[in-house]
């Protein structure tokens, strides 16, 4: 594996999810993403309104089918791309938050994790966040990507 730094990792990773054009977008998840690179979220159990599907919906629906969770996943760079850019829709493109670094990367092997943030701008303070465990593939880009949100 190649040397990586990690916090220039995150840093674009970070970026990817508040870049307002498509196309950079669209090469950054090509760069930062393995070809057949999963994205793994685990939503978290409430979520402030608004929401068009809020993850406590999708949980409760997950439970009615009897699974014990609602786990959502994106393979492969169309798939990654799409998610990114929904949540760059949702989140970013109105102006109400920014994703920001909370802490710095850490990494052990072909293992990267760090905290990030959704920054509300009105209010001025971060209102979300979570933790990320990023598994590298062979060439430094992210194989495994397991988000966690608080």
């Known amino acids: 594996m190649p040397a990586i730094d990690p916090q220039d990792l995150i840093e674009h ?6 870049e307002p054009d498509t ?3 669209c ?3 090509h ?4 070809e057949d690179g999963l994205h ?7 979520m402030p309104a608004p929401r068009r599907c809020t993850p406590p919906e999708m949980h409760d629906r997950a439970v009615g ?4 969770t609602a786990v959502l996943e994106a393979r492969g760079h169309d798939e990654l791309h799409a998610r990114v850019t929904r949540a760059y829709e949702e989140f970013v493109a109105p102006g109400t938050y920014v994703f920001r670094i909370r802490e710095p990367a850490q990494q052990l092997r072909d293992v990267i ?3 990030w943030e959704s920054f509300h701008r009105e209010e001025n303070r971060a209102t979300g966040g979570g933790r990320e465990f990023l598994v590298l593939a062979e060439d ?4 495994l990507d397991h988000q966690f949100v608080d």
């Open 140 to 143: 430094g880009r992210i194989r």
């Open 31 to 34: 760069g930062l993403w393995a």
């Open 27 to 29: 090469k950054t998840v």
């Open 40 to 46: 793994v979220l685990r939503p978290p159990p409430e």
């Open 13 to 18: 990773y970070i970026g990817v999810w508040n």
């Open 23 to 25: 196309e950079i977008r």
């Open 65 to 68: 089918l009897g699974f014990t």
């Open 113 to 115: 994790t760090f905290r």
